[in-house]
């Protein structure tokens, strides 16, 4: 059970999540950066974008792919609008109010779409999906190695955005000293309203990725949501290095943990983990930024 | 003075007598007039089964039409049958109180209820206490009828049955494919679903003789099945006995689909009889078999039942939710038992009801007869594999819509 | 000073003889219901406040203690017949170890926050997980209570109004221990360590001791109100009584109805569960999910528009002053 090339499988199979679970962190890790806002509305802005995907696909044919030019400009507006109208009057409250708002958005969202959709599962099934390659017992579609590859270059990107360029270090001065950025001129309410909408673009991006892997359903997003916050926890909160490190971390220890222990207690693992880092290093494995 | 006295004491015997006439016939009358029975439903509408819910509430519907439209119940006078819904979310202390706004506020005569397990728990508690009549159509835990209630009535056969007819129809697999299948694999959710038909699992696949290589369960609602699976497929199994709820049996199918995983049988509990399931999967994973009470393709009637919803609501008719049309009929006939909308002689109605093959015996059951505990002895199963994208009945052979077909499970092909 | 006082008093008493006598007006158990739903959440809203308002401690993993102290005496009355009674002080002692376990956990390791309360949930949800799995403790089928004898001393009644009483009692203990614990020593260091930590401990304030005080009380009578669930539901299960769902809904009315202040919780419980009963008895039977949109949308409008919750917004209107 234990020879490398099962090892070197189960690594594979652990990056590819991983990486899907990077770019999402990444987005929750600079919410919570910009702003100290635990968003967890985060899953539902994931199920939006994959809704505009099967409907621009059963509709009007549109190649999901190419539904990235739809739904990275919508969830980054919703977002923005959202952070305006209903964030930010409480962003000054006890961590907990905002909190709860984007509990109440997470909880409308939903059901909103429940009432739109149905519960019905959709699915998206293109020909050129079954394409696939094989190592060993596991086996990668070219839908998720897409999925992979599209995750790592935008995260990667969206770090050279926030290193590089000139927004991008000002949405970094907003998160590491507020009152300094705002002595420096800098508009930080601004920064957090893009930030803010960098965070769900990301999703609006993840989604049209993982429409050839996953079902479309209104509670896709609960699916995810939990993990990325134990990774943001574990990179240590708004830092966007160690949310696109600990994703992938995540995903090989979930599968890691899913072949060692019986299938339920695999959860068990990645929450003792986040309680263990919250108590004896906050700051997160890469305590950096 | 005296012939003044007796006509009046005759007159008064008279007015009483007419009094207390009316009064019996009256009340006779009266009840003959109950226009409605109300009758409570309490499904899950929303949430993450809303999903079944909603067919659910349609079906009822179509079978509440059709026996108004038949006369309604002929031993309360064409009384008609009205459903009150009740949606209990999923979460059984909504279900109490949508159980308690049924009876108190709705006045219903009698409830019905779908799953999950824990809502019927609860609601049948509260039925209970306020001596009202449950119908339990789709939940099947185990001890939904081991407390000793006595309004409550279960009409679908326990979990562990399943176990034992899964293992039954392994059996008959192993016929077809000439004794190649050894080897058990067991793959199931963790909750009370998957763990008790599981434990079934075990005990009947080592009675008939079957090892099993892999026995893997999985967290409801996981993101990636691929080490689940890398797992179940690494003992090498001939065979794999599945248990989950939609949302992973479509991740699980299309997972096993690209790791060419599909290649023996898979034999699910239940969940992909479910048009819910085929009409998205059904081209993704041809050849599965699952566990079913009825398919419109079990008989001619069967098939017009079928296409009676078909036509009104789209989509198909499964193996659960006409259990929930079965349901309905069981109640209609325990009214015309009773012959009256009464709680308590509803009650002694469904106790000692036995509804045989007929008119109004949709499933292939023996009969429809409910024990001292309320659990129906009569039941019985069918299997269904998916064949051109939809749930075809293949066993029991009497009952076969089409031979079961073998193309796909390639590992035994030499 | 004097007079406002009386006046306070005498509408306290008025309020609590009407409670005392609706169930003998109200004969629907429906209606008797939903008030034992408002006064149970008031009541574990109630505790969550003594934490999080008083003691500026919030935290989303109270389910927890819910579920410690409803699985506690559940599973004591099923396998060994214990009664219920004691039963529930038993899984409050477990609470109360667990309470201070976390609580010593995170407070020694200075977490605050945001971190406190996703340390919170990850407790939360661990146990929902661990009980998932443990098949003695009914794993995914939960605990069914069924009764076995004498109703009164096993803590089941036949008549809904007696477990109206019990839940209101409660009520009315926790706001009388709440409130005599304000006028204490204990009680201002709470609000002093609540308005600036750092501050209290520089005065000298023993802060975590504090800080333990309230997290203990706050296990415990929240453990009491499990047991209460199960014992009148007569079912749990980890979905009913553990995880991250049920703490919010715990939570949801000291928000709604005014964190930090003695009667916000009950208020909050009055306000927001009947909106959750009536949009799901007239719109839930119907199509799927508007009734839940109505509340998460009552959630963030309270929330955004009425910060101080709606006994703020009433003593701004110098109708009730409740805080402190």
């Known amino acids: 059970m234990f020879e490398p090339s099962f090892l070197i499988q189960i690594l594979i199979s652990g990056l590819t999540i991983g990486a899907i679970y990077a770019l999402m962190s990444a987005g929750l890790t600079v919410i919570y950066g910009v702003m100290d806002i635990i968003h967890a509305a985060h899953g539902e802005y994931l199920m939006m974008a994959m809704y505009i995907t099967f409907f621009a696909n059963s509709l009007f044919g549109m190649d999901p792919y190419l539904s990235l030019l739809l739904t990275v400009p919508i969830t980054f507006g919703v977002g923005v609008l959202v952070f305006y109208g209903l964030i930010l009057p409480v962003i000054d409250e006890a961590p907990a109010y905002p909190m709860l708002v984007t509990i109440g958005i997470s909880i409308v969202l939903q059901n909103l779409a429940l009432y739109l959709f149905t519960a019905d599962f959709r699915m998206l099934t293109l020909p050129y999906f079954s394409l696939k390659f094989k190592f060993g017992l596991l086996v990668i579609t070219l839908g998720e190695l897409i999925a992979f590859a599209g995750a790592l270059a935008v995260s990667l990107g969206f770090y050279w955005f926030l290193l590089k360029t000139d927004l991008g270090r000002r949405i970094r001065a907003s998160s590491e000293d507020r009152e300094g950025a705002l002595l420096m001129g800098i508009n930080v309410r601004r920064m957090q309203a893009i930030s803010f909408g960098l965070g769900t673009a990301c999703l609006g991006i993840t989604g049209p990725l993982l429409t050839p892997i996953y079902y479309i359903n209104p509670t896709i997003g609960d699916l995810f949501l939990l993990r990325a916050f134990v990774i943001v926890v574990l990179g240590g909160m708004g830092n966007f290095v160690g949310a696109l490190l600990g994703g992938i971390i995540i995903g090989v220890s979930e599968v890691i943990g899913t072949i060692l222990l019986p299938g339920s207690l695999a959860p068990i693992v990645s929450f003792t983990l986040f309680i263990g880092f919250l108590l004896f290093r906050p700051e997160g494995l890469f305590a950096k930024k | ?414 | 000073m004097k007079t406002l006082i009386s006046h306070k008093t005498i509408l306290f008493a008025f309020l609590i003889v009407i409670f005392l006598l609706l169930p003998k007006v109200i004969t629907s158990t429906f209606y008797i219901h939903t008030l034992i739903m408002i006064f149970y959440f008031g009541y574990l809203a109630s505790c969550w406040n003594l934490m999080a308002g008083y003691a500026g401690q919030a935290s989303l993993g109270h389910s927890l203690f819910v579920g410690t102290g409803a699985y506690t005496s559940s599973f004591l009355l099923m396998e060994a017949g214990l009664s219920p009674w004691i039963g529930m002080w038993i899984g409050a002692f477990f609470s109360l170890i667990l309470g201070l376990f976390m609580g010593y956990l995170t407070f020694r390791y200075r977490l605050k926050g945001h971190y406190f309360l996703l340390a919170t949930i990850a407790f939360a949800e661990i146990m929902k997980i661990l009980i998932l799995n443990i098949r003695t403790l009914g794993g995914g089928s939960g605990i069914a209570i069924v009764l076995k004898g004498d109703p009164f001393w096993q803590f089941m009644f036949t008549q809904k109004a007696s477990y109206y009483y019990v839940i209101f009692i409660m009520v009315i203990g926790i706001l009388l221990l709440t409130h005599f614990l304000l006028q204490r020593r204990a009680g201002y260091y709470l609000v002093a360590i609540r308005e600036n930590e750092e501050l209290a401990k520089a005065s000298g304030i023993y802060v975590l001791k504090y800080k333990l005080i309230a997290i203990s009380l706050s296990a415990i009578l929240t453990s009491l109100g499990g047991t209460f669930y199960a014992q009148y539901i007569c079912f749990i299960d980890p979905h009913s009584t553990l995880g991250l769902g049920v703490s919010v809904d715990i939570l949801i009315p000291a928000i709604v109805g005014g964190i930090g202040t003695l009667f916000g919780p009950i208020v909050g419980a009055f306000v927001i569960i009947p909106i959750a009963e009536i949009a799901r008895s007239y719109l839930g039977g119907g199509t799927g999910g508007i009734h839940l949109i109505i509340y998460g949308l009552f959630l963030i409008i309270v929330i955004v528009f009425m910060r101080t919750g709606l006994v703020g917004l009433l003593s701004r209107l110098n109708i009730l002053k409740g805080k402190v």
């Open chain 2, 1 to 414: 003075m005296k012939r003044k006295h007796l006509s009046s004491s005759r007159l008064w015997i008279g007015i009483l007598s007419v009094i207390v006439f009316s009064l019996i016939t009256g009340e006779w009358v009266f009840a003959q007039q109950v226009k409605e029975v109300r009758v409570g439903a309490l499904y899950t509408l929303s949430g993450a089964l809303a999903q079944s819910g909603v067919r659910q509430k349609n079906v009822t519907e179509m079978a509440v039409e059709e026996i108004n439209a038949k006369g309604g119940i002929k031993a309360l006078g064409g009384a008609k049958l009205t459903v009150v819904y009740g949606d209990s979310q999923g979460k059984p202390d909504i279900a109490v109180s949508e159980t308690e706004r049924l009876i108190q506020n709705e006045k219903v005569s009698v409830i019905m209820d779908v799953a999950p397990s824990v809502c019927t728990l609860a609601a049948t508690s509260v039925a209970e206490r306020l001596k009202t009549p449950f119908l339990a159509t789709v939940s099947f835990a185990d001890h939904i009828t081991e407390r000793g209630y006595k309004y409550t009535f279960q009409q679908e056969p326990k979990v562990l049955e399943v176990a034992r007819q899964q293992t039954i129809f392994v059996d008959y697999l192993n016929k077809l494919l000439g004794g190649k299948l050894k080897k058990a694999a067991l793959l199931y959710e963790d909750t009370d679903y998957g763990q008790t038909g599981a434990r079934g699992r075990r005990t009947f696949l080592k009675e008939a003789g079957y090892p099993i290589v892999a026995d893997v369960s999985f967290p409801s609602r996981t993101p990636n099945y691929d080490p689940i699976l890398m797992k179940l497929k690494a003992g090498d199994p001939d065979f794999v006995l599945d248990a989950s709820y939609l949302s992973d049996a479509i991740l699980i199918a299309k997972t096993a689909k690209k790791m060419d995983f599909l290649n023996i049988p898979w034999i699910a509990s239940g969940t992909k009889t479910e048009a819910a399931y085929w009409e998205v999967m059904g081209n993704e994973d041809p050849g599965a078999f699952c566990v079913s009470m009825w398919g419109p393709d079990i008989s001619p009637e069967a098939n017009s039942i079928n296409e009676r919803y078909k036509a009104k609501y789209g989509g198909n008719l499964d193996g659960v939710i006409i259990l929930t049309y079965q349901g309905v009929w069981v109640v209609k006939e325990a009214l015309e038992k009773a012959g009256s909308a009464d709680r308590d002689a509803l009650r002694n109605a469904l106790a000692t009801i036995e509804i045989k093959p007929g008119p109004t015996l949709f499933m292939p059951y023996q009969n429809i007869k409910f024990n001292e505990k309320g659990l129906n002895t009569g039941g019985g199963f069918t299997f269904i594999q998916i064949q051109g994208g939809k749930a075809v009945t293949v066993f029991p052979e009497r009952f076969a819509a089409k031979k079961v077909d073998l193309s796909m499970f390639t590992k035994f092909k030499k």
